[in-house]
């Protein structure tokens, strides 16, 4: 069951990992008719929901992309930013929609905001609790410290429906736009999931990783 519990989470994130790089690859190749760049995409979805305040910039790296609050910005990878593929226009929509989702204060973003600073002390204060629980064999303590824990699983769940909600309003901001057309659509769709697929799998992947953990502690106990 232990050895189980531990490929089954490897087998999970290095298959979500090469789902996402080939389907990247696959997409990045395929060029929209309308030549529009990843640059452009972003900043026509910002200018239309009243987000012309928000800066794009460049960031190195592959699949690196991503939207930071505190700065009101952006960070698009190279080829993301220059190019005017199906995963560029894909990303960069993503992306933007992140930032609309902040605009609108969407909940899940709201908690997910939220819960970074919380996280970021339980996950290292639970992961000190729980191995000092361990080698004392105090394994009331060793619970406590994987309850602390759990709070990152708890932010990987929210990331969720945030993740999900981010690519379906990315694709109706496509279309309703003229970015891509109608028959481009299920490429988009196709990248996007891929990129999701990531987030469920790293969620499921924690999940089994906890429930090994959990085991341990109740079978020492």
């Not at 609108?104 to 709201?110: A, G, L, Q, S």
């Not at 969720?160 to 379906?168: G, K």
Request: hydrophobic share 50%; glycine share 4%; proline share 2%.
């Amino acid at each position: 069951m232990d050895l189980l519990l531990i490929i089954i989470p490897f087998i999970l994130i290095l298959a979500s990992q090469a789902y996402i790089k080939n389907s990247y690859k696959k997409y990045e190749a395929i060029d929209t008719r309308n030549k529009i760049n990843g640059f452009q995409v972003a900043r026509e979805i910002l200018d239309n929901n009243d987000l012309s305040d928000v800066n794009i910039k460049r960031i190195s790296g592959t699949l690196t992309d991503n939207y930071n609050p505190k700065d009101n910005t952006i960070y698009l990878s190279t080829e993301i930013y220059s190019e005017s593929s199906i995963a560029s226009v894909a990303v960069a929509a993503h992306e933007s929609c992140h930032v609309i989702q902040h605009k609108n204060k969407y909940i899940f973003i709201v908690l997910r905001s939220f819960l970074v600073p919380v996280v970021n002390i339980t996950s290292k204060l639970g992961y000190i609790i729980l191995i000092v629980g361990i080698l004392a064999s105090y394994f009331d303590i060793a619970m406590i410290g994987l309850i602390l824990m759990g709070g990152a699983l708890i932010f990987q769940l929210i990331t969720l429906p945030t993740e999900y909600n981010a690519s379906n309003n990315a694709k109706k901001q496509l279309i309703k736009l003229g970015i891509i057309t109608k028959d481009e659509l299920p490429l988009v769709k196709s990248m996007l999931n891929a990129a999701a697929l990531t987030y469920l799998a790293s969620f499921f992947a924690s999940f089994l990783q906890m429930l090994r953990l959990f085991l341990n502690i109740n079978r020492r106990n």
